[in-house]
């Protein structure tokens, strides 16, 4: 486990027993309001701090959380159990993620062109100071730095980045949950650290 260290310890959901998975993937198939209760118990924390690294919004990231949740339940018969459950949530938490953040940047093209056109609407801009409810007190301000940049990185190094550096999952756990391999994981976290720096020395630049 690697977590990043503005953070305290990662927090992992505890891994249950092979068996007791599938007993429960079996009742959420089954339709069993209890187990998707259950699930959603065991892996909420999971899915808010995945999202909530992501979008750097709290509303954002419950509306989030909750449509990761219904397509968890709509789309359990699907799972056909070739990664583990966990691998397999948060892969939809990161498809989430990423329709969230896509749709918030067509928003802003668009209140940018609005107001261009004189229909008094401003562009919607994130808050410029968010910091994540799992930073240590002492950590903030740099905590501040961080994620203004990493919001600038491109997607996937963003999902890299805040999988294994906030949620602290290993190079292959992260590889399972992008579809890719563990060597294109690290050249997407090196190039990730790479933009980083580079933001970080020169807080005015775009990045790159």
Not at 90 to 114: M, N
Request: hydrophobic share 40%; charged share 25%.
């Amino acid at each position: 486990m690697s977590a990043c260290p503005i953070f305290g310890r990662a927090v992992r959901v505890r891994p249950g027993a092979e068996v007791e998975e599938q007993h429960l993937i079996r009742a959420l198939r089954e339709g069993d309001g209890t187990a998707f209760r259950r699930l959603v118990d065991d892996r909420q924390a999971m899915v808010y701090n995945t999202v909530l690294g992501m979008l750097q919004n709290p509303e954002d990231a419950e509306d989030a959380t909750q449509e990761v949740f219904m397509k968890v339940f709509e789309s359990i018969g699907q799972f056909k159990g070739e990664s583990a459950l966990s691998t397999w949530i948060y892969r939809i938490a990161v498809t989430t993620s990423l329709e969230f953040l896509r749709k918030k940047r067509r928003k802003k093209r668009f209140g940018f062109v609005t107001s261009l056109f004189g229909e008094g609407n401003e562009p919607v801009t994130d808050p410029p100071d968010f910091v994540h409810p799992g930073v240590r007190l002492d950590q903030r301000e740099n905590a501040r730095l961080l994620f203004r940049a990493v919001a600038a990185l491109p997607d996937n190094q963003r999902v890299a980045f805040t999988l294994h550096k906030v949620e602290g999952l290993s190079y292959q756990e992260v590889a399972d949950v992008m579809g890719t391999t563990v060597s294109a994981v690290e050249s997407l976290l090196h190039r990730a650290r790479t933009n980083l720096r580079r933001t970080l020395e020169n807080p005015f630049s775009d990045g790159g």
